[in-house]
């Protein structure tokens, strides 16, 4: 029997890997990852000159990324479909040998392996390693601490509704908001209703190529999906 392993990847620096991931994906012979169609996908990319001659991918291309909402019942349906078929064909793999999928950050956070490994759970041995998040890699590139004492440190997501976005943000001291994209304008409502707008940074592709770090307040125009917002905690500071 072989074994489904999940491989975290960090933030997005290879450097940044642990030596656990860089060894299974180094030695691995099947390897797969998500991607949208037609991209090479940011997993891969990572991995880039990393992997074993001979090795066998397996791209997993997501059928709809943002062609339909997430909370149209078509959407639900068409992604079950996507990952039931691959959970089928990653426990066939794991009949006789070992496969790794990449995970960009950490797969338990938020990681879409999370929906595979509920599906592989009494098909196939499971192995998960662990990665440095990518908010943990987007607030050190802020060059500033995200909790200071006893803050309490809450992580949103953008596509939550603009009235949730402003009371979490009210009622936390720290605040990491994830998938950003389109969701900029309600974002930013929620934070000038919570007071909270002047203190947010946004995160452009932490710790790889191309970074960027700026004020909320001075950005114009769109800003990537996988960009996060920081509001950093103030605490008791010595």
């Not at 479909?81 to 995970?103: G, H, K, M, P, S």
């Not at 938020?110 to 998960?128: C, D, F, N, V």
């Not at 908010?135 to 949730?164: F, H, K, N, R, Y």
């Amino acid at each position: 029997m072989g074994t489904v392993i999940c491989a975290g990847l960090g933030p997005g620096d290879p450097d940044l890997m642990s030596v656990r991931s860089h060894r299974l994906i180094s030695s691995a012979r099947h390897i797969a990852y998500f991607r949208k169609a037609g991209r090479q996908g940011q997993a891969r990319a990572i991995v880039e000159g990393m992997l074993a001659e001979g090795v066998t991918e397996h791209a997993m291309e997501y059928p709809v990324t943002t062609e339909i909402h997430f909370s149209d019942p078509e959407y639900n349906r068409v992604l079950a479909e996507f990952y039931d078929r691959w959970a089928d064909t990653l426990a066939e793999i794991a009949q006789d040998e070992d496969v790794v999928v990449l995970c960009e950050g950490d797969p338990f956070l938020y990681g879409s392996y999370m929906h595979l490994y509920t599906r592989l759970k009494g098909r196939a041995e499971q192995e998960i390693v662990p990665g440095i998040t990518g908010m943990s890699g987007c607030w050190t590139a802020s060059g500033q601490p995200i909790t200071w004492g006893d803050d309490v440190l809450t992580v949103a997501m953008a596509t939550l509704s603009e009235d949730e976005l402003a009371k979490r943000a009210a009622e936390t001291d720290a605040l990491v908001v994830m998938k950003i994209g389109r969701n900029l304008p309600k974002l930013r409502r929620a934070l000038e209703r919570a007071g909270r707008a002047d203190d947010a940074w946004l995160v452009e592709r932490g710790t790889m190529p191309g970074q960027t770090v700026q004020k909320l307040s001075e950005i114009d125009g769109e800003v990537p999906y996988f960009s996060i917002v920081l509001v950093h905690g103030q605490g008791r500071r010595p």
